[in-house]
């Protein structure tokens, strides 16, 4: 499944190639364009589905007048600033960009920016059909009625609300293709839909999650430093 479209304008082309790098570590799926400010740029927008621009404005204010120039784009695209220091902020808010970078940036703070635009993104994704088979039938369930998923050997079981279905890939590819849709690897058997997470409960270091099933999940020590970031959005405590 592609990812989001992401747009990198930039006078630099180290700057562009190195915000390319941290994106895609972000999100494999990711489709990176890498553009300098001037004209072109702005037909690449117009031209092609664009879901986000990243736009290094540290060297001048060409990064603001592209900014303003974009609102002439139908259905403009999220914004993200990046720029060594905090003086372009206000000008940034004022144009209701998603988010402010500022340099060094490093990879978990692109991680944190790819996830608020997933957010922001229409959910449309979740309404497509996935096939799943069950002996000789095939049916279809909607990616957005998955609950959690749990590995079986070179297969998953995807659970819903009333039934479970195998679906045949592994954890890991599904974890990778699906966290844009809000799924995360909170354990090496269990990738969760966060929307469908109730409530967080730590008992003696140990953390699970309880699912809107009733199901409660285990979470690896590793993966729980990451749920605080990815539940705050939800107000899920």
């Known amino acids: 499944m592609a990812g989001p479209r992401i747009l990198i304008a930039a006078d630099n082309g180290y700057a562009r190639s190195e915000l390319s790098i941290l994106i895609n570590r972000a999100d494999r799926g990711a489709v990176v364009t890498r553009v300098a ?9 117009k031209n092609h589905r664009t879901d986000a621009v990243f736009l290094d404005i540290t060297s001048s204010r060409s990064g603001l007048e592209f900014a303003r ?14 720029s060594s220091h905090s003086m372009y902020a206000l000008d940034g808010f004022d144009l209701n960009i998603l988010d402010y970078l500022v340099k060094p940036v490093s990879a978990s703070r692109v991680n944190k920016t790819m996830r608020r635009l997933a957010g922001s993104q229409p959910n449309t994704v979740d309404d497509q059909p996935l096939a799943v088979t069950r002996g000789s039938i095939t049916e279809f ?3 957005s009625d998955v609950l959690w998923v749990e590995a079986d050997g070179d297969r998953v079981v995807l659970h819903t609300r009333r039934e479970h279905h195998l679906l045949r890939t592994s954890l890991a590819a599904l974890a990778d293709s699906w966290r844009a849709s809000g799924f995360m690897r909170i354990h090496r058997s269990y990738l969760v839909n966060i929307s469908k997470i109730e409530k967080v ?5 140990r ?27 939800l107000g899920v405590a």
């Open 37 to 45: 400010f001037d004209i072109n740029a702005l037909k690449t927008l």
């Open 69 to 82: 120039a974009l609102s002439s784009i139908p259905n403009i695209p999220a914004m993200i600033f990046v």
């Open 141 to 143: 369930i909607r990616r």
């Open 201 to 205: 409960l730590t008992r003696h270091r």
């Open 207 to 233: 953390v699970t999650v309880v699912v809107d099933d009733g199901s409660e999940l285990d979470v690896s020590r590793r993966h729980a430093r990451d749920l605080p970031e990815y539940m705050a959005p």
